[in-house]
């Protein structure tokens, strides 16, 4: 769940590498929706239509080093109050996320991006065994608040845009407590944005050039430290930790593309309390997965989403294969950040919380 953390503090970073003060705005959509019902054991909860409000304030960057690339992104942060599709059963959601939109287009009149937020949001009633048994999606009153879409903004005047969007909003905790099914509600937005202060972004620079460099040179190596825990079924039931190491080789091929390969190793306690019958140690339970992920570069941050396949998985609680989405922060001196969402399919596993070392960290390209 904490995995939304990083990107209150996307924003902070960002911001404090512009030399401009433009194109602040604030923003007001309302949303209509519906609940989608992911699983079968959800599909007496859909019952109200779903209406959602949202304010925003965001910034337009235009730093030398990195926003250039990407269509000079729009960042911010997003307050979210709705109703979840079923007011007696789950109440209302509310929350806060930070996010980042990538422009497709970038012209004067229109902009067109993709948007990706999470955040911290709160939910006003959760699983009860006897009070209510029948909110299976949301067990804890703090959860993560995700969102994913498309938006568009029509400049009628250089200060007044509308805007419209689609887009995917989630809540869940990320199995840091069962039951965790979560809820993910389809939205349509429409709303009016004012910039504050509009300004050409005048050609005064060269971005640095990309100098490319044979795959199987200048690789970093980093090795991460992870730990974080799990409940499992029964409701109510006991937490276990989760200890795991993974060593890392991460490549910047061009200023938009990153990949990266791995080796886990991962001690998750609870596969001892799986299949009770099964005498096991605590070499038994170990398992070691390799993993392979896309990154997206966005200075010293990364957006790392890929797909991993278990060696050694002497009990194979949860299948063959498993997955990461989240981000890594590397600072210069070579400390480096990791929140990370592991999980099996669309199954949440547990977050992975990390903190590691890159070897001889020389920056995120080499400029010729």
Not at 53 to 68: A, I, N, Y
Not at 261 to 274: C, F, G, N
Request: contains cysteine; positive net charge.
């Amino acid at each position: 769940m904490k995995i939304a953390l990083l990107f209150f503090l996307l924003p902070i970073f960002c911001y404090s590498q512009e030399s401009r003060i433009d194109d602040w705005a604030l923003s007001l959509k309302g949303k209509s929706g519906f609940l989608a019902a992911h699983r079968g054991t959800m599909g007496h909860l859909a019952k109200d239509r779903l209406f959602a409000g949202e304010l925003s304030f965001s910034k337009r960057m235009r730093s030398k080093d990195w926003s250039d690339e990407y269509r000079n992104p729009y960042m911010g942060v997003t307050l979210y109050g709705s109703n979840l599709g079923n007011k007696k059963i789950l109440g209302y959601g509310f929350g806060a996320y930070g996010f980042i939109e990538f422009p497709w287009t970038r012209g004067e009149k229109h902009v067109f991006t993709c948007k990706v937020g999470a955040g911290l949001g709160g939910v006003t009633k959760v699983f009860d065994q006897t009070k209510n048994p029948k909110n299976v999606p949301m067990s804890t009153y703090l959860n993560t608040i995700i969102c994913l879409g498309i938006q568009g903004r029509w400049y009628m005047k250089p200060e007044h845009a509308l805007i419209y969007s689609l887009d995917m909003t989630h809540f869940s905790n990320g199995s840091s407590k069962v039951p965790n099914l979560g809820v993910n509600m389809p939205f349509v937005g429409l709303g009016y944005e004012y910039t504050f202060k509009k300004k050409e972004t005048p050609p005064d620079f060269k971005l640095a050039k990309f100098e490319r460099v044979p795959f199987f040179k200048s690789w970093n190596a980093s090795v991460v430290g992870i730990l974080s825990d799990k409940q499992i079924f029964p409701t109510g039931g006991k937490r276990y930790p989760v200890f795991a190491l993974s060593g890392i080789l991460h490549k910047q091929f061009k200023p938009k593309v990153g990949m990266e390969i791995a080796l886990d190793v991962i001690s998750k306690q609870s596969i001892l309390h799986y299949r009770d019958y099964i005498p096991k140690t605590q070499a038994t339970i170990l398992q070691v997965g390799a993993f392979v992920g896309y990154n997206i570069p966005l200075d010293k941050f990364r957006f790392v989403i890929g797909m991993g396949a278990y060696i050694k998985d002497r009990y194979d609680p949860d299948g063959m294969f498993y997955h990461r989405v989240g981000m890594r922060y590397q600072f210069q001196n070579g400390l480096l950040l990791n929140l990370v969402l592991k999980s099996h399919w669309a199954k949440a596993d547990y977050i992975e919380y990390g903190v590691g070392y890159t070897f001889n960290y020389k920056g995120r390209y080499h400029a010729k």
